[in-house]
């Protein structure tokens, strides 16, 4: 089974609060995504492989770890995930980004596919899954679904807020794949919406309702 790391920080906590307020201004929200995506992702990426290398200081020649690959893809869940790509660029500017474009049925809640676009080697990079909502789960194990089709072994989920029904369907479909994600909620109101969560985070992101 894999693992849920929530994140416990005053930091990123006292972020995410500032998120969930309603009266929070798009600019704000979108801010405040890109700050906690970074936080973030020190964590997600804490177990990545070293090498020694040997380097030559001002004072004398040391050998020091340095990453062993740089080879690391963000794919962003269209559109709220795309959120919490700048973020993560600015700690790993070498990633490559691929999208992939999923709506939920708005009746029945199920992840409807209109995008793929990812880097050709994408099956041997560390591929980070990234949306801020994980409510039924559908997109996330629909987009790892798709990520597994195209070769990808090494796949981690990184949420904002996460609804235990979410957590439990990923887990049951990829029982490979870790979650990272910032708060795990109460559960889902009739139309699916995490509760209290923050509202739909691809609107506020983008200002569009
Ligand atoms: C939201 C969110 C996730 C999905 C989560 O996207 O960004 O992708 O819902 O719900 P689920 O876990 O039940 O699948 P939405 O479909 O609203 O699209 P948008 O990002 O374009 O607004
Ligand atoms: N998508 C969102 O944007 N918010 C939710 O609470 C659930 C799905």
């Known amino acids: 089974m894999s693992e849920v790391h929530v994140f416990d920080h005053p930091l990123i906590s006292d972020k995410l609060t500032r998120m969930r307020r309603v009266d929070t201004s798009s600019q704000d929200f979108r801010l405040l ?37 740089r080879l690391v893809t963000i794919v962003p869940i269209l559109r709220a995930g795309v959120g919490m790509v700048d973020g993560l660029l600015e700690l790993m500017p070498y990633a490559r980004v691929g999208h992939i474009g999923l709506y939920r049925d708005e009746e029945t809640h199920q992840p409807v596919e209109y ?26 194990v629909d987009a790892i679904v798709k990520m597994k089709e195209r070769g990808c072994a090494n796949i981690r989920l990184m949420n904002l807020v996460a609804a235990p029904e979410g ?14 994600v910032a708060a795990v909620d109460e559960g889902l109101n009739e139309k699916a919406y995490i509760v209290p969560g923050l509202g739909d985070a691809g609107d506020r992101i983008f200002g569009t309702k």
């Open 115 to 140: 995008y793929c676009k990812m880097p050709q080697d994408v099956a041997e990079s560390t591929v980070l899954v990234v949306d801020p909502m994980l409510a039924t789960g559908g997109s996330a």
């Open 167 to 180: 957590v439990r369907a990923v887990q049951e479909a990829h029982p490979d794949v870790d979650i990272y």
């Open 33 to 69: 995504l890109k700050e906690i995506s970074l936080l973030m992702g020190y964590e997600v990426t804490r177990d990545f492989a070293t090498k020694e290398v040997t380097v030559e200081t001002p004072i004398c020649e040391g050998q020091f770890p340095e990453l062993k690959d």
